[in-house]
């Protein structure tokens, strides 16, 4: 591609700042299509980054959740149309994440399902090292899997909140109230006072305001999987590695995981990559 470092900057900064395609295209002067194509190509390079740098870290409480999102259309539309594409339709990330120290160890891209809990456990086990607590929410799949990945080095609850029924015309717009939680014993020697899901669902929250794709009650989907995959590589490294916490004393994740000394810019990130 033949474009200038600064405007590839300014690019994908707007990108992990929640900024629509369209309107980078309107403020840089970059075409649309370029766009999208230069974020699938660092996009790709972060995921490797990604993968290769958060290896073996030491954690001690770990939280996983998934974040509902979707390509092309919703489930329930592409069911209604008879659509079997298995890139079209709802799709969930999953994203483990260190309470102390806010670092997303391991992400996946997949459907809500035993075989993608699966995928998304075999990478949180290649990023972890040591024994350490985990809580996740009430997914049926998750035992399972953390059972063959992790079961010999994990004290494992599971938390699962209740939600009352709100009035229909606003539930689309709020969300339900938690009503109660349960917490449920699965192996080892979870400590209970510990038992949250808290800190990931704020970090989901956080996605959403970040990952314009996400964004509820707009047309800002993804059309195409590898541009989704893309767009989450590419936030993920930079939360990591980039963005500052004020939790954290203006550290970033990375720094406070030991993996980094200074929170990097986006050029230092592309170097990187």
């Known amino acids: 591609m033949r474009i200038k470092m600064d405007k590839v900057l300014l690019v994908l900064s707007l990108l992990v700042e929640g900024s ?3 309107s980078i295209e309107r403020v840089t002067g970059v075409h ?4 999208l194509r230069l974020m699938v190509y660092i996009g790709e390079r972060c995921e490797r980054f990604i993968a290769e740098k958060i290896k073996g870290v030491p954690v001690k409480d770990v939280q996983a959740d998934e974040i509902w999102g979707f ?4 489930e329930k539309t592409k069911v209604k149309k008879r659509i079997h594409d298995a890139q079209l339709g709802d799709a969930y990330t999953f994203v483990g994440i260190e309470r ?13 399902t035993a075989l993608n809990t ?41 938390l699962t909140k209740k939600y009352g029924h709100e009035d229909k015309n606003e539930r689309r717009y709020s969300p339900p109230s938690i009503i109660s ?20 669902e704020r970090s989901n929250l956080t996605m959403r305001m970040h990952i314009r794709r996400l964004t509820r009650l707009t047309i800002s989907f993804s059309r195409k999987w590898k541009n989704f995959r893309a ?33 990097w810019s986006m050029a230092e990130l592309l170097a990187a990559c």
């Not at 939680?181 to 990931?200: A, I, L, Q």
Request: aromatic share 12%; proline share 4%.
């Open 71 to 74: 390509v092309g259309m919703k």
């Open 118 to 158: 699966d995928a998304f456990m075999e990478k949180l086990e290649r990023a972890t090292s040591g024994r350490f607590q985990l809580t996740t929410d009430g997914f049926p799949a998750y035992p399972d899997a953390v059972n063959y990945h992790l079961g010999t080095r994990t004290d494992y609850a599971m």
């Open 32 to 35: 649309r299509d370029t766009i």
């Open 181 to 200: 939680t349960e917490k449920t014993y699965v192996h080892g020697d979870p400590n209970w006072d510990r038992v949250c899901t808290s800190h990931v």
């Open 231 to 263: 767009a989450l590589a590419l936030y993920f490294a930079w939360y990591n590695f980039c963005r500052s916490h004020r939790s954290l004393s203006g550290c970033t994740p990375a720094m406070v995981a030991g993996l980094t000394r200074k929170p």
């Open 100 to 112: 102390d120290s806010k670092l997303v160890l391991a992400w996946h891209l997949g459907r809500r």
């Open 20 to 22: 629509a395609v369209r």
